[in-house]
């Protein structure tokens, strides 16, 4: 069955430090997303991306956030500069449009 | 008011009963309506996806949608120990891309 793969399952960096966070979404899919959840929180929604392009993004998605579809498989979501409060996990999600959204297993970011 | 407002629980029910989850949401705009079960530090799995009032069944899930009241139920029938997780609410409006989600209701279902 197709699914939504992301690496790493865990990232530890240090406050300040540049992280790339990457998905493979399913294959036939043309929405991707971005969410993440805070421990003990819900999830989020950052930004959605469609046609190589932003479609959506939430207030949480600022300057310090970015996305990109570097290929034809892989989508990333890149922070500059983490602060501590960055600390969470964040899944990547693929769809159709019109049907459900299908996430992957998530990266548990950890800023220290 | 919060978009969606989900009982957090946790709601500990003992194994082979059934279980029913609520959402409220105040937003009209929400046309789609998911059920999602996470396990700890684990992605949201899809269990329900539905966008119009009435139930949709599939296997021992129940999704019910009230569209005049703003509310949205999940129930599961034959409760298992495996069923034990954080079920999350989620939904979207027309031409939105983006999904809101409840706090999720944690369950546990006791041998």
């Known amino acids: 069955e197709p699914e939504v793969t992301q690496t790493p399952s865990h990232q530890v960096t240090q406050m300040g430090q540049e992280v790339i966070l990457r998905c493979v979404p399913i294959?036939?899919?043309?929405?991707f997303y971005w969410y993440r959840q805070i421990l003990g929180q819900k999830v989020e929604f950052l930004v959605s991306?469609?046609?190589?392009?932003?479609?959506?993004k939430s207030e949480i998605f600022d300057d310090q956030f970015s996305v990109e579809r570097p290929d034809g498989s892989n989508f990333t979501l890149k922070i500059r500069s983490t602060k501590l409060e960055d600390s969470a996990m964040y899944f990547c999600?693929?769809?159709?449009?019109?049907?459900?959204?299908?996430f992957g297993q998530g990266t548990r970011l950890t800023v220290v | 008011q919060k978009e969606v407002e989900q009982d957090p629980g946790p709601l500990s029910v003992p194994e082979g009963a059934i279980v029913s989850l609520n959402c409220t949401y105040s937003?009209?705009?929400?046309?789609?309506f998911m059920w999602y079960r996470q396990y700890s530090r684990k992605g949201p799995e899809l269990l329900m996806y539905?966008?119009?009032?009435g139930n949709k069944e599939d296997g021992r899930f129940t999704a019910q949608v009230d569209k005049s009241s703003k509310y949205i139920s999940l129930f599961i029938r034959d409760s298992q120990p495996s069923d034990s997780a954080t079920y999350l609410c989620?939904?979207?409006?027309?031409?939105?891309?983006?999904?809101?989600f409840g706090s999720g209701t944690r369950l546990q279902v006791q041998p």
């Open positions: 999600a693929s769809r159709q449009l019109g049907t459900e959204a299908f």
């Open positions: 294959s036939n899919h043309l929405y």
């Open positions: 991306f469609y046609n190589n392009e932003i479609s959506e």
């Open positions: 937003n009209s705009a929400f046309q789609y």
């Open positions: 539905t966008y119009s009032s």
């Open positions: 989620a939904m979207e409006g027309t031409g939105r891309r983006a999904l809101t």
